[in-house]
């Protein structure tokens, strides 16, 4: 029996189909655009943006780590193709999923997913009530949330903290000075 | 649209099945024509991937939701990446005759 594959798990879309080069020697009708998968956007995101180590975000991704440095260097390399040589970059699907919502039903009190995030759930599949609400993140058995221990230090006030991060850690606010945690905002080390 | 209900028994007043891939049997009922079929679950003794091995059956028979009393962390981003909802009751004692029931239900409103 061949194994099954456990596909990539992404935090979210990437809100760009791709990227257009410009100036006088770049000629689209004569290159072929480098195609960048969405596995390979999200790992140089959480690398290069986030500024996550690929430990971190080989656990984000739930994949290996070494499967996450190869999916990294090809991202890379794609890049550079891309700049070096005036190609346009597609981003486009892989083996990825989008993790989805989860919502409680206060009519007959169960839980279930929005399993199609470009469609928004009104009612409950279970008994059609429309009193649903999101289910609450700390509920870990449902949303199935994964949480990692971080060392943070603000960028703006320097306030530095040990936090207990869910999954959109880049949406961490400083607990000092309340502004966003992100980007350059260090993340120095996993606890 | 079809549905598929994890059942401890091959019959309409048996209870829901707590566990996904372990369960007696699939209770497959598809809306668009009311009918209600019984599948025992061939992979309910598997020491592993019962679980995914039952998505792949349910999703071979284009099953969109399942309803069931919990599902695994394996099984969850296996059905995210097929689209198939999860629905996990919070009333387990409830019959597979009473679930249907509430399904029909639905399928009335949104016709
Ligand atoms: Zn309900
Ligand atoms: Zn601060």
């Known amino acids: 029996m061949s194994r099954i594959k456990t596909p990539r798990k992404l935090s979210n879309p990437p809100i ?19 195609i960048l998968h969405y596995e390979e956007f999200e790992a140089f995101k959480l690398c290069d943006y986030d500024h996550l180590t690929h430990h971190q975000a080989s656990i984000l991704m739930h994949i290996s780590r070494p499967t996450f440095t190869r999916i990294y260097a090809s991202a890379r390399s794609k890049i550079a193709i891309s700049f070096a040589e005036g190609r346009q970059i597609e981003v486009e699907g892989g083996k990825i999923y989008f993790e989805s919502d989860w919502y409680h039903c206060n009519q007959c009190q169960s839980h279930f997913n929005n399993p199609d995030r470009m469609l928004q759930l009104t009612n409950c599949p279970l008994c059609g009530s429309e009193q649903i609400e999101n289910a609450k993140q700390e509920d870990k058995s449902i949303t199935d949330r994964e949480e990692i221990s971080m060392h943070l230090v603000c960028a703006h006030c320097g306030y530095d903290v040990n936090m207990q991060v869910i999954n959109r850690y ?9 502004r966003l945690m992100r980007g350059n905002s260090v993340l120095k080390n996993q606890i | 649209m079809k549905t598929a209900i994890t059942s401890l028994k091959a019959c309409m007043d048996s209870e829901v099945d707590l566990q996904f891939g372990h369960c007696g049997c699939f209770v497959i009922y598809d809306s668009t024509n009311g009918s209600i079929e019984f599948l025992p679950n061939p992979y309910r003794e598997n020491k592993e991937q ?21 599902f695994g962390q394996k099984v969850k981003p296996i059905l ?27 399928s009335v409103k949104t016709t």
Do not use: W
């Open chain 2, 80 to 106: 995210d990446s097929h689209k198939i909802q999860m629905i996990i009751l919070s009333n387990t004692n409830i019959t597979i005759r009473k679930i249907i029931e509430l399904l029909q239900e639905q």
């Open chain 1, 16 to 34: 760009i189909r791709g990227f257009n080069p410009y100036g006088p020697l770049v000629d689209l009708t004569k290159t072929e655009s480098v």
């Open chain 2, 50 to 70: 019962a679980g995914l091995l039952a998505i792949q059956l349910l999703h071979g028979k284009n099953v969109q939701k399942i309803i069931s009393g919990d």
């Open chain 1, 170 to 178: 880049s949406k961490t606010h400083c607990p000092h000075c309340k």
